[in-house]
């Protein structure tokens, strides 16, 4: 199991963006930040920008936003912020090497991987809470599959 400081150092690694404060994990905060909030240090939590430029500490440029807000850079403190950056990690996956690969390309997947699971339960999480967001992952997860038993359950009636 890794510990706080790998798993930090897996998600810079992956994601650059992640090296703010405000996306260390264990991440713990009461409530996500809306649009027209400021964070602790008094910066906006959306900035619009239409092009991405160099990029914004604490800030992820995000393509897919809400669209009465659209392109520009989101807080890590916002949800939207997570989202777009699992829609990234999900085209960069490292090679698996499942069973025929070296024990540093199963390492490297590995770590894709955490980070991978830290960054998604954060794009479907209540709060910014990281053990709230994998009770909230888990629980989405249930409803999708229960969903689809239901489903298969009504097909096997007609």
Request: aromatic residues 12%; charged residues 40%.
């Given at each position: 199991m890794a510990t706080a400081d790998e798993k930090n150092a897996s998600m810079i690694k992956?994601?650059?963006?992640?090296s703010s404060k405000y996306?260390?994990?264990p991440l713990y905060r009461e409530r996500w930040l809306d649009f027209d909030e400021t964070d602790d240090d008094g910066k906006p939590v959306f900035v619009a920008q239409t092009?991405?430029?160099s990029g914004m500490e604490d800030y992820v440029y995000c393509n897919?936003?809400?669209?009465?807000r659209g392109a520009g850079y989101y807080h890590l403190l916002n949800p939207v912020a997570y989202v777009n950056l699992f829609k990234r990690l999900e085209s960069q996956a490292p090679p698996t090497g499942c069973c025929c690969g070296s024990?540093?390309?199963k390492?490297?997947?590995d770590e894709y991987d955490n980070v991978r699971t830290i960054v998604y339960n954060r794009s479907v999480a209540s709060k910014p809470d990281d053990t709230q967001a994998a009770k909230d992952a888990l629980a989405k997860a249930q409803g999708v599959a229960?969903?689809?038993y239901n489903v298969t359950q009504n097909l096997q009636l007609v």
């Open positions: 992956f994601l650059p963006e992640l996306a260390r994990y092009n991405k430029g897919l936003a809400p669209k009465d024990a540093e390309t390492k490297e997947y229960k969903k689809g």
